[in-house]
């Protein structure tokens, strides 16, 4: 009798929060909860289900804190001594900035952390520009121009960026270039996951020697990995976010203007949001 008693109580606690019917499912015995259990569990005076068991018998997944992962959740590999001890300096002067930048890039020509990229690089592509600059451009990945050259942004995306610049009113060698990766992956694809965050450490090497004030972010690779961001460029882009001390525009990518052409129109009204940033006016 009392079992039909708390059924019955909980099936008019069911009526009552407007349920009309209820489907037949036949579970486990083992997964049957009692009556009396879900009725408390919908007043909600019952305790939360405990959580369930990792797959291997007495072990726990592993929390990792956010600076141990890339935007994407891979994992960062560890950080080399050598870099490390690099980072753990100051640098002042262009001078200090011009030779820990040169000792980062020793590290980056003999990287090997991605085989299919170092298998197929002919070069690493690790930055250009002034060491000393309060801007910082960021694309996604070299191309083969930049693969055969050892610079980026050289092929005719780089050719319309320096468009873009100029008529900025800036010049390149005021400005600090670099990619999210140093190495060009095959076929121009875009960067896997795993090489953005094999890379990461020398990317925030190249932003805490140089120390910029303000970073461009060209493209939804760019912009996502160096933020940490989900969303794509054209969410992100016509506003400014931050990075460490550096104020940060994105954009879109100068190859995706030359698929695209009524997107420069776009960039446009964000570089005249960048340079107003700067103190200059462009009209």
């Not at 579970?27 to 959580?51: D, E, H, N, V, Y």
């Not at 990317?203 to 961001?229: C, R, S, Y």
């Not at 969303?231 to 994105?250: E, K, N, S, T």
């Amino acid at each position: 009798m009392t079992d039909n008693r708390v059924l019955r109580q909980f099936l008019e606690l069911m009526s009552a929060s407007g349920i009309s019917h209820l489907p037949t499912v036949t579970l486990p015995k083992r997964a049957a909860a009692p009556a009396k259990l879900l009725a408390a569990r919908l007043k909600g005076t019952a305790p939360s289900a405990p959580q369930s068991p990792s797959r291997k018998s007495g072990s726990q997944i592993p929390l990792m804190s956010p600076d141990r992962l890339a935007p994407n959740s891979a994992e960062r590999p560890e950080i080399l001594e050598s870099t490390h001890l690099l980072l753990e300096q100051t640098f002042r002067t262009e001078e200090q900035k011009t030779e820990g930048l040169s000792k980062l890039a020793e590290a980056v020509s003999v990287c090997k952390r991605c085989a299919e990229l170092a298998d197929t690089r002919r070069q690493t592509v690790f930055g250009v520009g002034n060491p000393d600059a309060e801007i910082m451009f960021i694309g996604e990945a070299p191309g083969a121009d930049e693969d055969r050259q050892g610079e980026p942004f050289v092929g005719a995306a780089g050719k319309l960026m320096d468009k873009i610049i100029a008529a900025c009113g800036l010049k390149r060698e005021e400005i600090y270039i670099c990619n999210i990766l140093r190495c060009r992956p095959p076929g121009n694809r875009n960067p896997h996951p795993q090489e953005a965050a094999n890379c990461r450490e020398f990317l925030d090497g190249q932003i805490k020697i140089i120390a910029p004030k303000h970073i461009v972010a060209w493209g939804t690779v760019a912009a996502q990995n160096l933020l940490g961001e989900t969303r794509p460029v054209g969410r992100l882009r016509g506003q400014f976010l931050q990075h460490g001390d550096a104020r940060v525009m994105c954009t879109y990518h100068p190859s995706y203007l030359l698929r695209n052409e009524s997107a420069k129109k776009l960039v446009w009204e964000d570089m005249k949001l960048f340079m107003k940033e700067l103190g200059t006016d462009l009209g």
